[in-house]
């Protein structure tokens, strides 16, 4: 016979909900649920939030992208904060021999390493019928304006999956950046990069 054990989750008042609702579940899950949490720094509430709106459920109805953002999910774990598509076909340039990329934003506590690119590659992502390639990064310091593929996501990306607010904030800082010219695109041989100026 299983044991249950009663888990009291709050929703902020300000949704228009009672703010409260009683989820009933197996004592083992809760476990390992609460040891999931511990583990991650986090509250047994902010852990299963964050497992209730997970990137696959949110993205059912869109096919590849959830595809996409089901990988990212499988390799980063409870460590992805957001997947934003760029490049060409965010900017709808695509050409023949074109991949689509995307921006795959982790947190801190796990190490950018090229294990991560051997473990997309494992099971890798058609979208479209082009391959996906994925760009493994962390959220930039704001210590200093952010370039590169972060300022060519701020312009053109999509975001397809977020977990809070982080991603799109950021996104926004490196927008004020560009508008108010603290980085800019230059082009050489034909290539566009960006750069901090001043």
């Not at 009663?6 to 649920?33: E, K, Q, W, Y």
């Not at 990137?55 to 992805?80: I, Q």
């Not at 990306?157 to 603290?182: N, P, Q």
Request: aromatic share 6%.
């Amino acid at each position: 016979m299983n044991v249950m054990d009663d888990i009291t989750l709050s929703v902020p008042a300000d949704t228009g909900c009672s703010g409260r609702f009683l989820l009933r579940i197996d004592r083992g899950l809760h476990a390992a649920l609460r040891n999931a949490a511990s583990a991650m720094g986090l509250s047994l509430n902010e852990y299963c939030g964050r497992k209730l709106a997970a990137p696959v459920a949110e993205l059912s109805a869109f096919g590849a992208a959830a595809a996409a953002v089901a990988r990212a999910a499988a390799v980063a774990g409870d460590a992805l904060v957001g997947v934003v598509a760029f490049g060409s076909w965010a900017r709808c340039e695509l050409h023949d021999e074109s991949d689509i990329d995307l921006l795959v934003v982790v947190d801190r506590t796990l190490e950018l390493s090229r294990s991560l690119y051997r473990r997309w590659d494992e099971e890798p992502v058609v979208w479209d019928g082009r391959r996906v390639e994925p760009h493994f990064v962390t959220l930039p310091e704001r210590s200093a304006p952010a370039v590169g593929l972060w300022a060519e996501a701020a312009v053109d990306g999509i975001v397809v999956f977020s977990r809070d607010l982080a991603l799109h904030a950021c996104l926004a800082a490196i927008r004020r950046d560009l508008i108010e010219g603290r980085v800019v695109r230059k082009t050489v041989h034909g290539q566009p990069y960006w750069v901090a100026e001043g």
